[in-house]
């Protein structure tokens, strides 16, 4: 886990002088997003606990993936259509935002993970991405190539939580 630490805060550096916060009703440029693709406007949603609206896993579970300990993912109303429809391509728009909660077992989240298609096209450059945990923020931009390389290549453009949510 360490490892991973390492590499996402390297590449946060990196891309942290391309990410664009912005003005429009959603914040960033995507104003028919469901989730707001800019740091800003991104963090006053989830202060806001709007994701807590959307459809989500039944609670907290270790991740398979680099998510810092205990998970729960909830997919925004444009995603979960069209996952329900069987899409492999999402609209812009879909979003999905996940709450981290560690490793101590707390019932407050300590960071969140989110990403948001902003732009037409298939896979994951066409989104914008966002990691915040412990005070620390390792990614915040669309194509951010630390998240990328995980979230590229399932048969779900980007998904990689099963669904139907469990
Ligand atoms: C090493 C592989 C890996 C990397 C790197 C990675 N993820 Fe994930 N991500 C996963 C896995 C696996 C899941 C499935 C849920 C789980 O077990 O955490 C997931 C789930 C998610 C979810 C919940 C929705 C879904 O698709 O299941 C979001 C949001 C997410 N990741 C955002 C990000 C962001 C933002 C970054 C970059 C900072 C990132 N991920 C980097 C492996 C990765």
């Known amino acids: 886990m360490r490892r991973f630490s390492t590499i996402l805060g390297f590449s946060a550096a990196v891309y942290a002088a391309g990410c664009g916060g912005g003005s429009a009703s959603r914040g960033g440029d995507c104003a028919e997003c469901d989730v707001p693709n800019g740091r ?14 959307f459809a989500k896993e039944s609670g907290p579970h270790p991740s398979a993936g680099p998510h810092f300990g205990d998970v729960v993912a909830y997919v925004s109303p444009k995603l979960e259509e069209s996952l329900a429809g069987g899409n492999t391509t999402h609209p812009v728009g879909a979003g999905a935002v996940k709450e981290l909660f560690g490793r101590g077992g707390g019932t407050e989240p300590i960071g969140y993970t989110v990403y948001v298609k902003v732009r037409q096209g298939a896979g994951a450059e066409s989104y914008y991405w966002y990691e915040r945990f412990d005070g620390n923020q390792f990614a915040n931009g669309v194509a951010e190539g630390v998240c990328v390389g995980c979230h590229s290549g399932g048969e779900d453009e980007v998904v990689l939580s099963p669904y139907p949510l469990e």
């Open 40 to 53: 800003s406007s991104l963090e006053a949603f989830l202060d806001r606990a709007e994701h807590r609206g």
